[in-house]
């Protein structure tokens, strides 16, 4: 799997949009770009994925560039409920899941 | 969508018991599902595939002896932690795919959290 970076931490505020980065620069042309995000004490879910188009489902955006070597996750209301730790990983279908530090997302009233 | 159980959701053992833990896809069926222990403030670490109808396939450094699985039914997988110590104290977690014989998206269970005395 190719690795990923993510920042350590980042906060946010309530009801604004959380841009969360990851970059990606040695994705293989088979791996595709997964999020997933895990509340404390439970656990993790998935969000989103994408090849190199964006995405866009209920829970985010997905935002890969043309070179496919980052990302931007986006949560476009952020509530509270959104405060976790989010991981992005690359990987292709059959792989395994395999989780990085991943960013802790604070959402501040 | 799809949920994944897992069973007890927290339990408290003597050093020296052993504990099984158990991971159902309620809905769904799973030849394959993956164990994960997480210690605090860190990130999940993969442990085992479970193989309905196999033996497990372990990550490296992971005790096959210490920590037992079984996947008897395609929608039960059971981790069985043996002689468990204070060290093996953590949060387990399973997981089974969203589509059979892939293994990207992933259904999680909400855990369980083994403190061993």
Request: charged share 15%; with cysteine; aromatic share 10%.
């Amino acid at each position: 799997d190719a690795k990923t970076t993510q920042p350590t931490s980042m906060d946010c505020a309530e009801g604004r949009a959380a841009n969360l980065p990851c970059n990606h620069s040695t994705i293989s042309g088979n791996e595709y770009v997964y999020w997933y995000r895990q509340i404390h004490s439970q656990g993790p879910q998935y969000i989103i994925h994408g090849l190199k188009n964006n995405e866009t489902n209920e829970m985010a955006s997905l935002i890969i560039t043309e070179d496919r070597k980052s990302s931007t996750l986006i949560l476009p209301h952020a509530t509270l409920r959104d405060t976790a730790v989010y991981y992005c990983i690359a990987l292709a279908v059959y792989d395994k899941v395999i989780f990085g530090p991943g960013t802790s997302l604070s959402v501040i009233p | 969508g799809a949920v994944v159980s897992q069973h007890p959701s927290w339990v408290i053992c003597k050093s020296g018991t052993s504990v099984k833990i158990e991971c159902r896809s309620l809905d769904f069926q799973a030849t394959t599902m993956f164990w994960y222990r997480q210690f605090p403030k860190q990130s999940l670490m993969l442990m085992a595939t479970s193989n309905e109808g196999s033996k497990a396939t372990y990550e490296q450094g992971v005790e096959k002896d210490k920590f037992l699985i079984n996947h008897a039914s395609l929608t039960l997988s059971t981790l069985t932690v043996t002689s468990a110590h204070p060290e093996d104290s953590s949060f387990y977690i399973c997981s089974a795919p969203e589509v059979a014989g892939r293994s990207d998206t992933q259904y999680f269970g909400p855990g369980t959290r083994l403190t061993v005395l």
